[in-house]
């Protein structure tokens, strides 16, 4: 099963951005697609977007479309989410997730970003 | 968009007892391919969410045979026949028909 590692915690200025890592291990880059997910505190869980690593075509959610970038290294096999223009209400753990197809598996331990002046 | 509602938002159960969760789609989720991407995940305090069940029915490696889903279209169904404590957490179901989405999550407690 593939494994994900994340990077670590960060603590950002609103209006800052931030870029979090999620690198792979275990199985065939190419095949797989990557979503991100996020957990506000004491919250639910928040599909953020979907990134083939195929092709790099991405799919964002509605409510981050603008603010939201999605990419791969395919030499560190590592996938990357960028959010920019932050507000205190991004404040969570945001996950990375992957699978063949339709079928997400595996998760990343998490990264938990915070937003405060 | 695809909206996922989960019955109960919380469940207290006693050990032994069984257990079950409801998700409804706003939508059928039946993929153009002829499968259903409906998902179950349990996310235990701390921890990441951690898949149980893919495609309706088909269980992950590794997990127990008293947990089971079922269901079809737009109404699917987790089941755990015999709660335990290693059972407790927050169960989500996340369907990957159209792009995803998760349900608001049912927490599961010991009574």
């Known amino acids: 099963q593939v494994q994900l590692v994340q990077s670590g915690a960060e603590t950002k200025k609103p209006g800052a951005s931030v870029k979090v890592s999620c690198k792979t291990s275990g199985y065939t880059f190419a095949d797989y697609g990557f979503i991100w997910v996020r957990q506000a505190p004491g919250q639910g869980l928040e599909w953020l977007g979907w990134?083939?690593?195929?092709?790099?075509?991405?799919k964002y959610a509605d409510d981050v479309q603008g603010r939201l970038l999605m990419t791969t290294d395919k030499v560190t096999i590592t996938a990357y989410l960028e959010l920019r223009s932050l507000r205190s209400d991004d404040t969570a753990v945001y996950y990375c997730?992957?699978?063949?197809?339709?079928?997400?598996?595996?998760w990343g331990q998490g990264t938990l970003v915070t937003v405060s002046s | 968009d695809v909206f996922l509602t989960q019955s109960p938002l919380s469940l207290s159960v006693t050990l032994g007892q069984p257990a079950s969760i409801s998700c409804r789609s706003s939508q059928r989720l039946v993929h153009t391919d002829g499968n259903t991407y409906l998902s179950w995940f349990l996310q235990r305090p701390g921890q990441s969410p951690r898949r149980l069940i893919y495609?309706?029915?088909r269980r992950d490696s590794g997990v127990s045979d008293r947990i089971s889903g079922s269901g079809s279209d737009t109404d699917f169904t987790l089941h755990i026949s015999r709660v335990e404590a290693e059972d407790v957490g927050v169960y989500y179901c996340l369907q990957a028909t159209e792009w995803y989405s998760f349900g608001q999550g049912t927490k599961l407690e010991i009574k």
């Open positions: 997730a992957a699978g063949v197809g339709a079928n997400i598996e595996s």
């Open positions: 990134i083939s690593a195929k092709n790099d075509y991405t």
């Open positions: 495609r309706v029915s």
